[in-house]
């Protein structure tokens, strides 16, 4: 088998996966009505590097916004550690399985940056956290930057599909 075939044969493969983790989404993705639940439980997932300070002010913003349901027990907010680069390349996975099973549990999740493994780096060939994320929970995210420099324009273009809910927005980093 010459290797053109080879690799219609492999890209079918992963074409025909995609296509039953899209159909499967589809048909068992109902939007969730927060409103409906009797708490919402947000998950906070620090990262590693500057992400654990990131999160640490993003947190504090968020459980300010939301005291009066934190208090109600409307709102629970729970700490998940260990997405580092250092338990991850231990584990060898973009999510290490007891950070997975604690982040399924959450019905939202704040998560900080995470180192992602480059050629040339001292960390292990693994898969990107977010990218494990993105499939474990499936969601899809696309993020653009657009930078016109002469115009002073640094922006992010984000969609983002959280279990049916699609949310759009721009974000200036100027």
Same mark, same amino acid.
């Given at each position: 088998?010459?290797? /053109?075939?080879? =690799? *219609? /044969?492999?890209?079918?493969?992963?074409? !025909? #996966?995609?296509?039953?983790?899209?159909?499967?989404?589809?048909?068992?993705?109902?939007?969730?009505?927060?409103?409906?639940?009797?708490? /919402?439980?947000?998950?906070?997932?620090?990262? $590693?590097?500057?992400?654990?300070?990131?999160?640490?002010? @993003?947190?504090?913003?968020?459980?300010?916004?939301?005291?009066?349901?934190? #208090?109600?027990?409307?709102?629970?907010?729970?700490?998940? $550690?260990?997405?580092?680069?250092?338990?991850?390349? *231990?584990?060898?996975?973009?999510?290490?399985?007891?950070?997975?099973? $604690?982040?399924?549990?959450?019905?939202?999740?704040?998560?900080?940056?995470?180192?992602?493994?480059? @050629?040339?780096? =001292?960390?292990?060939?693994?898969?990107?956290?977010?990218?494990?994320?993105?499939?474990?929970?499936?969601?899809?995210?696309?993020?653009?930057?657009?930078?016109?420099? $002469?115009?002073?324009?640094?922006?992010?273009?984000?969609? !983002?599909?959280? *279990?049916?809910?699609?949310?759009?927005?721009? #974000?200036?980093?100027?």
């Amino acid at each position: 088998m010459n290797s /053109i075939e080879k =690799a *219609k /044969i492999h890209f079918e493969s992963l074409l !025909r #996966k995609q296509l039953e983790r899209v159909e499967s989404m589809a048909s068992s993705t109902q939007p969730v009505n927060y409103n409906e639940l009797d708490k /919402i439980v947000i998950g906070v997932v620090g990262g $590693d590097g500057i992400g654990p300070s990131i999160t640490a002010q @993003a947190q504090r913003l968020l459980e300010y916004m939301l005291t009066d349901s934190v #208090k109600e027990g409307r709102v629970e907010i729970h700490n998940i $550690d260990g997405l580092t680069i250092e338990n991850r390349a *231990k584990e060898k996975q973009g999510i290490p399985s007891q950070v997975l099973q $604690d982040i399924k549990k959450c019905n939202v999740i704040l998560k900080g940056p995470t180192t992602t493994p480059r @050629a040339g780096d =001292a960390w292990p060939n693994i898969e990107s956290a977010n990218v494990a994320m993105r499939r474990e929970l499936d969601l899809f995210a696309n993020v653009r930057p657009v930078q016109v420099p $002469d115009q002073g324009i640094d922006w992010v273009f984000f969609t !983002r599909i959280l *279990k049916g809910l699609t949310q759009l927005g721009t #974000k200036g980093l100027q």
